[in-house]
């Protein structure tokens, strides 16, 4: 995905390609097609129908699509034969918003942590991100999947699923994830802020940013002041840094961490 100097942040993903790399098995393009026409017809009742989507074959083998159906092309612009058996850790990683890059690579990890535990259990991932379309239309994407086969150690190494356009009913937000086993959520992960920023490029640090939430929210200086514990100099003095950091005002800059849902998160002065 996009390249970061930071490290320990570049190494979620290292550690995201190994995880969808550990299953030896190996199908032949037979045993794919036979596949694919067996399960592609059995998808509809198990998905959320918020409006257009298409469906999905996933192989956690060789992490690659077998199977996508013609709504492929049509949602995200991207042609469904760029990534028809293509390994699709890089080619992603051009149309995953940058907010959401490194929240994706961890919530994944999560998931299917979480598919190998419940293997045989009825469970269904769930996980919302934002993709940018080739004509740098701003899509929220709800994905959700269930694993069909398993190997013989019980790991995944097929799904079938169904992306769907939410940006209807929630254009904005952190990438989020939740998981259903027998009907019943265990669990609920979403992007931090800490990643959010990271993945923006853009140089606040959490106090900046809770600063700019109080702002968001119509706190005056000295309310912000009491909130975050410190004096009112001190907050003209941040406000002064955070434009000379970002190169913005405060009011434009509010409305660009608006759209990326950083303000919709809890304030937190840590």
């Keep these: ?20 790399r550990i299953v030896d098995d190996e199908l032949n393009e037979k045993e794919k097609e036979r596949l694919v026409q067996s399960y592609v017809e059995k998808l509809g009742a198990i998905y959320f129908p918020a409006g257009p989507h298409f469906t999905y074959i996933f192989s956690y083998t060789d992490y690659s699509m077998l199977y996508v159906d013609d709504a492929f092309e049509k949602i995200t612009g991207i042609p469904k034969n760029e ?46 991100f ?26 995944p190494y097929l799904l079938a699923g169904r992306f769907t356009d939410i940006t209807h009913i929630n254009p904005v937000g952190p990438a ?39 702002k968001n929210r119509g706190f005056r200086t000295k309310e912000i002041a009491e909130y975050l514990q410190m004096k009112e100099l001190s907050i003209y003095s941040m406000v002064r840094d955070i434009k000379r950091k970002t190169g913005m005002d405060v009011a434009p800059l509010i409305t660009v961490l608006k759209e990326k849902g950083l303000l919709s998160t809890p304030v937190s002065a840590m």
């Excluded at 990534?83 to 959401?100: G, K, Q, R, T, W």
Aim: proline share 2%.
């Design 1 to 20: 995905m996009r390249k970061n100097n930071n490290s320990v942040s570049q190494s979620i993903y290292t550690k995201l390609k190994d995880v969808l």
């Design 176 to 214: 989020m994830l939740w998981i259903i086993v027998n009907n019943e959520v265990i669990c609920t992960e979403t992007g931090t802020d800490e990643e959010i920023l990271l993945g923006l490029n853009i140089p606040l640090n959490l106090k900046e940013l809770a600063l700019l939430k109080l």
């Design 83 to 128: 990534v028809l058996h293509i390994p699709l850790y890089d080619f992603f990683s051009n149309f995953i918003a940058n907010e959401d890059v490194y929240t994706a690579a961890r919530l994944a990890d999560i998931a299917f942590e979480v598919s190998k535990k419940y293997n045989q259990e009825d469970v269904i991932i769930n996980y919302t």
């Design 130 to 155: 934002n993709l940018y379309k080739r004509d740098k239309e701003k899509r929220r994407m709800l994905i959700q999947y269930k694993n069909i086969l398993y190997t013989k150690s019980g790991e």
